[in-house]
């Protein structure tokens, strides 16, 4: 059998999550350090993604990682917080120079945290990253503003890779980093080698992209620096816990990263807003573990033929032999 | 020309919004009162629809009274807070007993203050009633659970109307009253005259009704008890200005309401994350003004005759000399 | 185990398919003759859904029941197709009433050949019943063309079936009957006993609704007359072979049909036009075949015990095991 | 006043439509030069796009040229007809290398009648080329094919310009040229000067993108072909007549195309099933007429310091005012 991939969680699946209604809280506030215990006691986890500044923010990066080690908690991915109230208008969007000034600079000091906590990547999640309204915003202008800003970060920090977790809406009705293409698109205008793509598997299903020929594309282009899963209605980024609602397109999801070689980390970034997050990050891992076995057993030469036929039939069938036997088999 | 109809606001468009990734709010805290006073700066609006419990939660009602009153507001509705934290997994659809008896409670509480303050309804706005995944409910049981709780309220306060604002979902994944329909039908089981419907121009819009058609379902069986407006992309609830983004469909729901006679109030239910509230309130009003002159405009009978022979084409020239000449004339 | 329930088709399951791009169609030509022998290939089929007027049209019912007959094929449903070009403005609702009289008189003979085959019900599917543009219908005076056409039918075949086919769009724009609950809404106000819902999952599945709830409804309400399945991607109406995209929520359809006792024909509504139509026929079926098993897998205690909480981790985790482990028992 | 630009419309406009319900078709057949005759009755139009092979299919280029010059139309491209019964399964993305030549074979053809009647391009809708279901293709193989074959097409006929017609989805399920962002990655990856886009507005929309938004990246990247007008509900390709739902959406469009210099014809995509075509055609112009004058109306000045604070209300004023009396001024 394959050696099983690391598995990983943004942190934020352990915090506290608020929206608009619920203005008190799913639950009770998490400190990081709090957040990062639960996702100890998860028990599969290798490594978290979090978010930068800490909370509280004083909180010093040591601690920060001395509560990972006694977890034994690696880091993947730094998260630095470029959406809350002062970027509201936007980070590298933003009409107003100070702020996309002010976004460097935190975005920098995230750089430093990866580095000191060893992660993979920044990763930039820029939610409030453009418009609302019809005629709000010059489309170049802000095209502009992104691209020189991505490509102004990169060049100051050539060491570091910077991973765009692109969506279609939320927070903001219209984002700018909307889709994989619009995104690699972009990164071919900053032309250079350290940005690249976090592809999350339910901002691709419920932005009408196939999550599988988003994976192969961003490979394509050597530009996928991570991704992460959940699932969804097809409608809005619900982050619902992985596979329970689609599970086939997440096993071809799977399928396309490992036929590509890719092997990077199996990342949930679930919002279990009325569920034990410490339960739903499990059970996630084990939807996972599911898939990773089906891999295994997937008949992949007759899958590939049937592929070539484009025979759509003989290839689902292919696949979902493969994906119930194993969990079954489990 | 026919008499201005009076123009309303839920308060919560003056207050602060939060959501799950600006946790710090789009803007700083705000009151009740101070958002009574930021309302009475708009300087169009006859009545707010008022959150309870108040902001602090001990505030008095008298000193709410006063504050709408030194603002000349009054108050078409009292929306209890039936979808906090306490009641994130469901108010009426509550699986815990003691939750569901909760919301009575709280709605009961907030029947007092309608009274007080001469509201027309008390709003009910469910938004944790439903579920989130495949096979979490007994569909049966939280029917049975949101039908009989209805009910004991009506029926304990048969003075006071209630007026259920649908939508599809948000924040729950899946709301158990979606839509028009199946509100209306439910409220049949229910079988008391006191409940009925406030229905939201964008939540029929991106629940993919026709809200003109809804209006006049609603009326039609006697139970459009309010009404608010304001827009999106079809895809989620937005809650942008009126008008913005689909004033043509706006302008077939305000007719509809107008050939059925429905006299109540025209009201805003916006959230201007990033605009100024004051401001977004009165492009709302401004928007609503042209279309009541674009009613007055409007070659009725011609327009019937159309309809009678579902002439799209000219039915929607009609339509458009109205909107877009009385726009201009203002 | 269970006994297995009867599986059924739609005959045009086995036609020639054509659309606004293909105009020459998906395939060659089939007559109904043809699509019953086809039918009978398929192997597990019972029962069959058959269009009226039969192709070529001046066919004898005598005919198709031979070939009926010889495929060893019972008939569920008669299909008049009141959605041709003569009624493409509309069939109950269209706004010419000679229109509306040829409607109540083609399903008059469908009423016949319905009685002359055996068939359970009468199919009503008014694709095109509805409207296309804001402002073109007075949608009162629609409400009562349907409520008023569907009622004198029903009333003039006291001993028959009628089953609406709700469907949210396509081919019209927006359709009339397009939700369980806006259909059991206007069943409501015809009162009479024998019209009731044909509940097409896919319909329910992009329409927002979770079929399973829609089951429910119909069933409580006494409504459900018919049911088929089939996929799509939650935006349109794809008529993908059943399960190959969401087979965790077609597993609640099916489990809350079975907790009610329907038990009725399992039928496939499928539209495989790049795909050989017996074998997605047999595609289909395994696919239902799958669940059948998987229902009596379910730990329907435990399962309801979750629900009973509303614990969606739970609950999932019960179904998941059942659907995944009968697969592989197949 | 602003010079108007040439109007167009492409030819089946004036056809026979057909689709899986009315396979009768919505209307009696349409020749070729009855549907050139019926466009020259609309009056407004200066330039037509043509499908090809004719109807019927033996009908000579002299005769449409006669016909054209009777009406006094010119032709803006010519569209082969790529997506019939031969390339349901895909055109450049075809699993059968047969149909990829005959593609490039059919599409040849098309670049000679394009030579002869003096068309600006040849239109490319790729409506079959994609995949149905999850597992069905090989993403970096259907790549590869759609980009070769664009590319040597390209490369064959280095005069003629080939303008993609992008678009989610229908008739395939998923399709291959998607989005604009995704069909300017592939052109990037063609590496020819030759291939472009034409943006249908409606397909823009409906595909989640802003068309203003679009236009512009097509356009800084020198690929706006051509591009045509239509409305719809957001959520599938309705092609209703322009600007009867989203008025502000086109005229920010119209606006984005002047700002950038574009100065191409503007043409009509609609498919008016149910009304008649001429009618619909002249009411399309109309709406595009009273956006031209609008941009002529249209305080630039102000707009553009607007958008450059991202002021949303601000800009949509200033918006709002010059569409809404320009109409009446009309």
């Known amino acids: ?7 990983g969680a943004g942190l934020w699946h352990f915090a506290q999550y608020v929206d608009r209604y619920a203005t008190d809280g799913y639950g009770p506030p998490v400190t990081t350090l709090e957040a990062i215990d639960l996702a100890g006691q998860v028990g599969d986890l290798a490594v978290v993604d979090l978010n930068f500044p800490f909370n509280p923010p004083g909180l010093a990066t040591a601690e920060v990682a001395d509560a990972l080690k006694r977890n034994n908690l690696g880091v993947v991915g730094i998260t630095p917080e470029i959406y809350t109230r002062e970027f509201c208008r936007g980070a590298f969007t933003n009409p107003d120079a100070a702020v996309r000034r002010r976004t460097f600079e935190l975005v920098s000091e995230a750089v430093g945290v990866a580095s000191e906590l060893g992660a993979d990547y920044v990763k930039l999640w820029p939610g409030q990253d453009g418009h609302d309204y019809p ?13 020189t800003g991505l490509r102004s970060l990169a060049r100051a920090f050539p060491e570091t890779k910077f991973a765009i977790e692109y969506k279609p809406r939320e927070p903001r009705v219209s984002m700018f980093f909307s889709s994989a293409a619009k995104t690699l698109l972009a990164i071919g205008d900053m032309d250079v080698p350290n940005v690249g793509i ?123 032999r493969a994906l119930l036997g194993a969990q079954a088999g489990g």
């Not at 059998?1 to 598995?7: A, H, L, N």
């Not at 089906?294 to 007759?302: G, I, R």
Request: glycine residues 8%; aromatic residues 12%.
């Open 1 to 7: 059998m394959t050696p099983e991939p690391r598995y």
């Open 135 to 147: 005629f709000q915003v010059d489309h170049a202008q802000i095209w502009s503003y992104a691209v």
């Open 198 to 320: 976090l592809l999350d598997f339910g901002h691709s299903l419920y932005g009408g992209e196939s999550p599988a020929d988003a994976a192969q594309l961003a490979i394509d282009y050597g530009r996928l620096f991570g991704m992460d899963v959940n699932d969804n209605l097809r409608g809005w980024d619900d982050d619902l816990v992985a596979g329970t609602v689609h599970p086939i397109e997440l096993f071809e999801f799977f399928y396309a990263l490992r036929e590509c070689g890719w092997d990077g980390v199996w990342q949930l970034d679930q919002f279990p807003f009325r569920e034990d997050s410490v339960e739903a990050a499990r059970e996630g891992i084990s939807v996972m573990r599911t898939i990773h076995r089906a891999l295994d057993a997937l008949d992949v030469e007759a899958l590939r033929a049937a592929q070539d036929r484009q025979d759509a039939l003989a290839a689902g069938k292919i696949a979902r």
